[in-house]
């Protein structure tokens, strides 16, 4: 999102460039909303026609009370006459009132429409973008903009470029009819206008920076909303309320001081704009009622212009609200658009290279150096290689920060090493598709992550066109089937949010289940036994052991068990290995694993494998 940041896709300068910072302040960014309108041509052309029907029937209103002033009540009050431009009248108001129903319902439509093919369109982008782009940029910000903004450009879509349109018309069209009524009055009015347009760009300048900024306090407001409540035990648990309280008192309080500052500048402008409308037309009021004074104008024709002066000052003062809406909605387009613009560091080449078939599950690093964006000046891996066979089991220990779990990451190829190769199957990362890669592995992460979603998604999760027969024989090896069995509604059960409604043994055994169906020839397993009591690490252990079989694995281990088990145990520290080997040659020699090991003996409730 930051213009300072740099994609391997689209390199971006360092400093914001002139042209961007002009877009910026500027209606430039609601082409995009526009665009998206454009997508459904027969509801605009629908929207346009009823816009033009009620413009002109508001304005026709005028020239209805001119003809019942002048030919009505002029000719002795004939009720036939009178009735037949009453009549007219009525006819006027009802093409009004159902043009402005078809109106009102088309734009809210479309502008429903435009803003739900925005989200998806940014789901979309965000959902193709690398983690490094999340490392920099909070989820819970964006999840705000993904919300709040796209309320404002619903609102915008939705009412304000009707209500827009609609003013204009009547503006351009009053002025035109006024003309036709008594030029010499008009010409005052046109000449007012420009003492009107002055203010309203000096202020929407204005305007346009401190909507943007009172977004941002908006996202804000969202982002620490969403912070709190995810962890309110914790928060409860250290007895934090307060504070948490008073931080988001904080926020509220920046936003509103935001907020006070765009209402004042909108309210300043509103009123001066007013002031010089209404003041023009009052004079020029005036000077009509001067000319029916003396019978140069009729009773018909300056009741028709002060209608229709009203409706032409209130389009205008109409107007000025109307900008400042688009200045707001130019800000929240202007935030989505980034989201939008943002081009994922891992991309699949022009032409990838496929993999192997059938797959053999071998994976190598080859000099692997990895920096995390984020983190540029600390090297996690460096100059790794690394060779694991297929159906080989490797368990990867080391101490905090050793650079276990950037294995996965690029494993994953969830970023590209600096120098050096990673393969699978003999074919570099870089060089296949990222989708194809995935495809290969299964992941176990240290804690289950569960979806907000039935027992069933959560487990085809892995598989989505599992059939139940397939997703209870993998729960049954996943030691999940008995839990699941016992659930409300089985597998239509809502597990609640990160799957709340499981134990934390639960989740596990749902995450080795799901990766069971995924049936992939790769394993990447953090594993998450040590934060288990002693039945439930049981349990899940098993279900391990069954995962594990015919697949290559490698698999982060906290336990020492899990350690004697596999095939080769490599020792990492600071980025590179330092050791490996087999469990009693590793403690014969001594070094770190030996000392990690004596560690874990010593003091069984600590996991020094981390």
Do not use: C
Request: zero cysteines.
């Amino acid at each position: 999102m930051d213009a300072s940041k740099a994609t391997a896709a689209e390199p971006q300068p360092a400093v914001e460039a002139p042209e961007s910072e002009g877009k910026r302040r500027s209606l430039g960014p609601l082409w995009m909303v526009w665009r998206g309108t454009l997508a459904y041509p027969g509801r605009v052309a629908l929207a346009g026609v009823a816009l033009v029907i009620t413009a002109s029937a508001t304005l026709a209103i005028p020239a209805g009370f001119r003809l019942i002033i002048d030919r009505g009540f002029s000719q002795g009050g004939n009720p036939a006459d009178i009735a037949r431009w009453f009549e007219y009248l009525l006819l006027i108001i009802a093409v009004l009132a159902i043009g402005t129903a078809v109106r009102f319902y088309t734009v809210s439509w479309i502008g429903e429409r435009v803003v739900a093919d925005i989200r998806l369109a940014v789901l979309r982008n965000l959902l193709a973008l690398s983690p490094s782009f999340f490392e920099e940029n909070s989820p819970k910000e964006i999840s705000s903009r993904m919300t709040a903004d796209t309320a404002i450009i619903e609102q915008i879509v939705g009412t304000t470029v009707s209500v827009a349109l609609r003013n204009a018309i009547m503006a351009v069209g009053g002025v035109a009819y006024l003309f036709a009524l008594a030029p010499g009055l008009t010409l005052g009015l046109v000449i007012a206008i420009p003492v009107v347009i002055l203010p309203i760009a000096w202020f929407g300048r204005r305007l346009r920076t401190i909507s943007r900024t009172s977004q941002d306090r908006v996202a804000d407001i969202g982002a620490t909303t969403t912070e709190v409540l995810g962890a309110l035990r914790i928060v409860q648990a250290f007895n934090q309320e307060r504070r948490e309280a008073e931080r988001f008192g904080g926020a509220v309080e920046r936003t509103f001081t935001t907020a006070k500052r765009r209402i004042m500048i909108r309210a300043v402008m509103t009123a001066i704009i007013m002031f010089i409308l209404f003041g023009s037309i009052t004079l020029l009021m005036w000077r009509g009622a001067l000319g029916v004074a003396d019978g140069s104008i009729s009773g018909g024709t300056i009741a028709a212009f002060v209608v229709t002066g009203g409706i032409v000052a209130g389009a205008f003062g109409s107007l000025t609200e109307v900008y400042g809406d688009l200045v707001r909605g130019a800000g929240a387009a202007s935030r989505l658009a980034e989201l939008l613009e943002e081009r994922p560091v891992i991309a699949p080449p022009a032409r990838p290279q496929a993999l192997p078939e059938p797959a053999r599950g071998q994976i190598a690093f080859e000099n692997v150096t990895f920096r995390y964006p984020s983190r540029p000046e600390v090297a996690a891996l460096r100059d790794l290689s690394l060779k694991v066979d297929p159906g080989e089991t490797v368990a990867i220990v080391g101490p905090s920060g050793a650079g276990k779990s950037t294995l996965f990451q690029l494993a994953e190829r969830f970023f590209d090493p600096q120098s050096g190769t990673v393969k699978i199957d003999g074919v570099p990362l870089a060089s296949a598709d990222p989708a194809d890669i995935r495809r290969r592995i299964a992941l176990v992460p240290q804690e289950g992550v569960l979806f907000a979603a039935s027992a069933r998604d959560n487990l085809r999760y892995g598989n989505w066109d599992a059939s139940d027969a397939q997703i209870w024989e993998a729960a049954r090896a996943a030691n999940a089937e008995g839990f699941l069995r016992a659930l409300p509604q089985g597998l239509d059960t809502f597990l609640g949010e990160d799957g709340a409604r499981l134990s934390g043994g639960q989740r596990q055994r749902m995450a080795i289940a799901r990766a069971l169906l995924r049936d992939a020839p790769i394993l990447l397993l953090d594993e998450a036994t040590s934060a288990l009591d002693a039945e439930s690490e049981r349990l899940v252990q098993d279900a391990l052991e069954r995962l594990m079989e015919s697949r290559t694995t490698l698999v982060i281990a906290h336990r020492l068990a899990t350690v004697r088990k596999a095939n080769r145990i490599v020792v990492m520290e600071e980025g590179r290995i330092v050791e490996e080997g087999s469990h009693d040659r590793l403690v014969a020699g001594g070094g770190l694993y030996a000392r990690l090991a004596a560690l874990q003996f010593d003091s069984p409730q600590i996991t020094p494998f981390e």
